[in-house]
């Protein structure tokens, strides 16, 4: 029987906007996983509380040492920890993040956090056993992450990867980071949405837009392909760059509305230039996991 001081576990955090997952991953290869919603309104304080109460709660039963935490977040972390931008969650800006998630967890377990998009992709690179890849996550914002000889770039502590802030259309949408014509403001899931709504004077949900594209309703797949010329936009450019082997997309909206990649891949292609093939595009194998996977990755890689 292995005993409590040499029984391990790892827990990953893909802490975002609108909602937070965890996964845990025991000595025994047993996973535990659950999931919850933040408020729509609320301190950071109350917010930590409530994810404390979700870490107690999924743990409750395994005895084992909390090895390693590893922490996605869409947030931008001054090189001290602290928060200095996060739109989904403007609260939080200011917030001691190191200091808070050390104060969460207590001296004895390692906790890293990194940029979600860089994890995602550092985890779809390790799931596609892809050393050189281009990773972009379509949900409620637009990230990714470039990884380059099995590494993130430009590499865990030195920045993000912030695709979803690239500049495809001067003339653009304005974006919440205060410019116009990012590729997250053009292609993000709300985005999509938003404009779907004005093309058909009224709100448009998910499921509507899904089930508009699925019949070929012309108003719809006029919707998608214009987010997905953003992305092709982003893949190419980046492409030029760097010359990925491989581009993959997740997110929870493009995981649910799978003809995205599709659209993507088609817009990508057609922006090749004669004698310089643009890398292909393919669907994540890990869906709308791939940050929450990443984050596992990074709490296994932890000193402990």
């Not at 991953?25 to 304080?45: Q, V």
């Not at 743990?59 to 001290?80: I, Q």
């Not at 969460?104 to 377990?109: E, V």
């Not at 014509?181 to 009224?202: F, H, I, M, N, Y």
Request: glycine fraction near 14%; aromatic fraction near 4%; charge should be negative.
């Amino acid at each position: 029987m292995t005993s409590r001081e040499t029984a391990i576990s790892y827990l990953g955090i893909d802490v975002g906007g609108t909602k937070v997952a965890l996964r845990l991953e025991h000595h025994d290869a047993s996973i535990a996983e659950s999931a919850f919603r933040w408020p729509a309104t609320g301190e950071a304080r109350h917010d930590l509380e409530l994810l404390a109460h979700h870490v107690t709660e999924l743990a409750a039963g395994h005895p084992e040492r909390l090895t390693g935490v590893g922490v996605a977040m869409p947030a931008t972390l001054d090189a001290t920890g602290t928060v200095t931008a996060w739109p989904g969650r403007p609260a939080w800006a200011g917030l001691d993040l190191r200091g808070a998630l050390s104060a969460l967890f207590g001296d004895d377990t390692e906790v890293g956090c990194a940029d979600d998009g860089d994890l995602a992709a550092l985890a779809e690179a390790h799931e596609a056993g892809c050393p050189d890849l281009l990773y972009l996550g379509v949900g409620t914002g637009v990230g990714g992450g470039i990884v380059l000889n099995g590494a993130p770039l430009p590499g865990m502590g030195r920045g993000s990867c912030e695709i979803g802030h690239m500049v495809v259309d001067r003339d653009g949408p304005p974006c919440d980071c205060g410019r116009a014509g990012c590729v997250q403001a053009a292609a993000s899931g709300p985005a999509t949405l938003r404009r779907a709504a004005r093309r058909r004077g009224g709100e448009v949900t998910f499921d509507g837009l899904r089930d508009a594209v699925r019949r070929g309703d012309p108003w719809a797949v006029t919707v998608l392909r214009e987010s997905g010329a953003a992305l092709a936009a982003a893949v190419t450019g980046v492409s030029e760059l760097l010359s990925p082997s491989l581009v993959l997309i997740g997110g929870g909206f493009a995981a649910a509305m799978p003809e995205l990649v599709t659209v993507v891949a088609e817009r990508t292609a057609a922006l090749e230039r004669p004698g310089h093939p643009l890398p292909p595009v393919r669907a994540a194998a890990l869906g709308g996991l791939s940050s929450l996977h990443g984050a596992v990755l990074l709490a296994r890689g932890l000193p402990g």
